[in-house]
């Protein structure tokens, strides 16, 4: 009922920039809290920015300074800009969005299918 598409990955060389856009569509008649989660190879999946429809932001402190969460509320859309890139920050970077739903106002968790990230040394 709702999808989530994520675009702006890459190869880039440490110190670089990158940045993601996610676009959320379907039956949508309000997004709460989005945001940026990431997973590495072997690890678990990790928060990197959340970012409430009244424009309060999160950020694990891996990221503090470098990248920058900001959101569209009216094309259902946000954004990670991520400079000082570092080999640590490659990984698979998912949107995540709480969406209430037109069809039963119910309120629901949904996931995009997730961009590579990586940063070489």
């Known amino acids: 009922q709702v999808q989530l598409v994520e675009s702006g990955g890459g190869l880039v060389q440490a110190g670089g920039s990158l940045r993601l856009s996610c676009v959320a569509s379907?039956?949508?008649?309000?997004?709460?809290?989005m945001g940026w989660y990431r997973q590495a190879p072997g690890k678990q999946r990790e928060l990197v920015a959340t970012?409430?429809?009244?424009?309060?932001?999160n950020y694990a402190d891996s990221v503090k300074g470098r990248f920058t969460i900001s959101r569209d509320n009216a094309k259902n859309t946000i954004y990670l800009q991520m400079n000082s890139l570092k080999p640590e920050d490659t990984a698979v970077y998912y949107c995540?969005?709480?969406?209430?739903?037109?069809?039963?106002?119910?309120?629901?968790?949904?996931w995009g299918q997730g961009t590579q990230v990586t940063v070489s040394s």
């Open positions: 970012i409430t429809s009244f424009g309060s932001t």
């Open positions: 995540n969005a709480n969406v209430r739903l037109t069809s039963d106002y119910g309120l629901y968790g949904y």
């Open positions: 379907g039956n949508i008649l309000r997004i709460s809290t």
